[in-house]
């Protein structure tokens, strides 16, 4: 899921990152099975049910319901880690040749990768044409030299709670990226900077956010939602098998 972490709150004032104004919706654990079915009526009814429900529901959680091409932020560990550009360290290590500790400016100093894709939650909502800029994941796992019995990654975050995983193949996708900017500006601690995952093809569950590790290893782990119910591979065509059906644009 995304967008953010926080404690469960009503929708709060609107604020502006990158040109555009976002919601801040903050959510616990406590809604998110009824978000996901009211999530995917939305897609199905559209706007009009939505409002219908938010009436039946109240304003707290008719509030996340899907629509508006807004960002929603809700919370899983219940804080927003805050790092410093200058602090910023993302370790790769695990089956690998070199292991890699790089620094922001490590990271933006390497060949840059720009997409410009929807980010579409599993609940629904869908923010269109967002502007996303870093390096792709491949190069980083060139730079470190995976070791051939490799076949899956894991990530971490720095919110201590998170965690995500890709197949190798999955990782090494032209649209799977180490996003530092988004929206045209550097990624902002709402949204998982300074640096975070994007994953294009896939639901936002799967672009963590706060990006603190990627580890290389020889079997796929379960993430955090994944072990909550999710799908491991929740490809946006719908499929779960490790490849989607219908490959996105590179």
């Known amino acids: 899921m995304d967008e953010g972490r926080g404690r469960e709150h009503d929708a709060g004032a609107p604020h502006v990152t990158g040109g555009r104004t976002f919601d801040e919706v903050r959510v616990g654990r406590r ?50 880690p805050v790092i410093s550009d200058t602090h910023y360290r993302l370790a790769v290590t695990g089956l690998v040749a070199r292991p890699l500790m790089l620094t922001l400016a490590d990271l933006e100093a390497m060949p840059s990768t720009t997409l410009v894709r929807a980010f579409q939650c599993v609940t629904g909502w869908r923010v269109p044409d967002v502007h996303w800029e870093g390096v792709r994941l491949s190069a980083l796992l060139d730079a470190a030299g995976v070791h051939d019995e490799a076949r899956a990654l894991t990530f971490e975050s720095y919110d201590g709670v998170d965690t995500e995983s890709l197949t190798i193949d999955q990782a090494r996708r032209p649209d799977v990226i180490v996003a530092y900017r988004m929206l045209g500006a550097p990624v902002t601690t709402e949204h998982g ?41 929740g490809w946006l065509d719908g499929s779960t098998g490790a490849t989607d059906i219908t490959p996105s644009p590179t």
Do not use: C
């Open 31 to 80: 809604v998110f099975v009824a978000l996901a079915a009211l999530g995917a009526l939305g897609v199905t009814v559209g706007a009009s049910a939505q409002r219908g429900l938010a009436n039946v529901l109240g304003s707290g959680l008719g509030g996340l319901l899907p629509g508006g091409d807004r960002f929603r932020l809700y919370s899983i560990s219940g804080a927003y």
């Open 193 to 233: 900077g300074p640096v975070r995952l994007y994953v294009a093809p896939m639901y936002g569950y799967k672009s963590l956010k706060w990006l603190s590790a990627i580890r290389v290893v020889r079997d796929v782990q379960p993430g955090f939602w994944e072990r909550n119910g999710y799908p491991v591979n």
